[in-house]
T-cell receptor, first 114, second 114 residues
């Protein structure tokens, strides 16, 4: 199993450009998440999904959109990138099972917006 | 609402010394508690978790944590620090009962001095 993979690993954008980050998991997990990590702020939840075709907002959803058309994929979109979106983005997935609730993380995407 | 507080954004210990990383939580219902480790330029990796049962939880790499309900704490310890323990550590809480959102602390960077 590859676990959770993220594409791309690095990206530099200019202000106003758009891009899509792809997260894929091969563990048949129901829940998927997108976080951003900024120095001194830990991980903050952007959006999450509890199953194919469903998405919900997290703590910091503004400026981002997501889609979960297939169970194994969770896409994060930036329609018009801003310098404030410079961050490291992590995707995670979680198996829907009582009592375990372990999240598995991808390796991250480092995004710089100039 | 649930929250997590990690005391000390940076902790330094000598190699061979005790490691103590502090985590306090607030939650209206009994939570699930986690410690994750992040090595430079990598994603988060689960160290250990508490869901139910024994309050002293053992994890990987010799780490352990004790859930103390009366103190609302879940401190991470390791008897003897190793150079390879240098990383950032995150405490996280999820409300038990299948609630899908995970709240992370702001992280503690552990430095191990030779």
């Amino acid at each position: 199993n590859a676990g959770v993979t993220q594409t791309p690993k690095f990206r530099v954008l200019k202000t106003g450009q758009s891009m899509t980050l792809l997260c894929a998991q091969d563990m048949n997990h129901e829940y998927m998440y997108w976080y951003r990590q900024d120095p001194g702020m830990g991980l903050r939840l952007i959006h999450y999904s509890v199953g194919e075709g469903t998405t919900a907002k997290g703590e910091v959803p503004d400026g981002y959109n997501v889609s979960r058309l297939k169970k194994q994929n969770f896409l994060l979109g930036l329609e018009s990138a801003a310098p404030s979106q410079t961050s490291v983005y992590f995707c995670a997935s979680r198996k829907l099972a009582g009592g375990t609730d372990t999240q598995y993380f991808g390796p991250g995407t480092r995004l710089t917006v100039l | 609402a649930q929250s997590v507080t990690q005391l000390g954004s940076h902790v330094s210990v000598s190699e061979g010394a005790l490691v103590l990383l502090r985590c306090n939580y607030s939650s209206s219902v009994p939570p699930y508690l986690f410690w994750y480790v992040q090595y430079p330029n990598q994603g988060l990796q689960l160290l250990l978790k508490y869901t139910t049962g024994a309050t002293l939880v053992k994890g990987i790499n010799g780490f352990e944590a004790e859930f103390k309900k009366s103190e609302t704490s879940f401190h991470l310890t390791k008897p003897s620090a190793h150079m390879s323990d240098a990383a950032e550590y995150f405490c996280a809480v999820i409300k038990s009962g299948g609630y899908q959102k995970v709240t992370f602390g702001t992280g503690t960077k552990l430095q191990v001095i030779p």
